[in-house]
């Protein structure tokens, strides 16, 4: 096998290695993107939690106000309260837990970017080597078609010959 097949078979191994990079670049990025947008419906769920939070505190005192209040009412009204509060933390622990999976997916994005430049580099550097070996193949082919092509018309005659 000539060195110039033996580079243009590696040059397509490495082709198809940089597709199946390219590949995995738009699965990575496509992960990313479903994990901003958790980050994003996680920071919504905590809003949401403590404006309907903040509501539901209104009322509730809004409701003791001018009448006599009992301890059993305030000790239901801190339940809801601590009940609130915990799932507060629930939910800004789920959105810090989606914030490292967010970092998570664009530092594999990031790698998977990283691979296939280094895979193009590859193929762009054979591709350049099997264009220096055509042309210089070429240019051989034309040499030998010339010096064929002077050996059939005869031997060259010094012009004092004539």
Known sequence: MKDRD?????????????????ELVIRRYAAAQRAAGAVRE???AVSEHLQHTA???????A?????????????RLQGQFENAARQTEKLRENEKMAGVTEQR?????????????ASMK?????????QHLTK?????????????EEDERGPLRLPAER
């Open 55 to 61: 509501e539901a505190e209104d009322a509730a005192f």
């Open 6 to 22: 033996t580079i243009a078979r590696l040059r397509d191994l490495r082709r198809h290695g940089e597709q199946r990079a390219n």
């Open 105 to 117: 997916r664009k530092t594999e994005l990031s790698a998977a970017r990283n691979d296939h430049r």
């Open 136 to 148: 210089r193949t070429a240019r051989r082919s034309l040499a030998l078609a010339e010096l064929s």
């Open 63 to 75: 409701s003791l106000v001018g009448q006599p209040v009992k301890a059993a009412s305030l000790y």
């Open 122 to 130: 590859a193929v762009t550097k054979l591709d350049g080597l099997l």
């Open 42 to 44: 996680a920071a919504a």
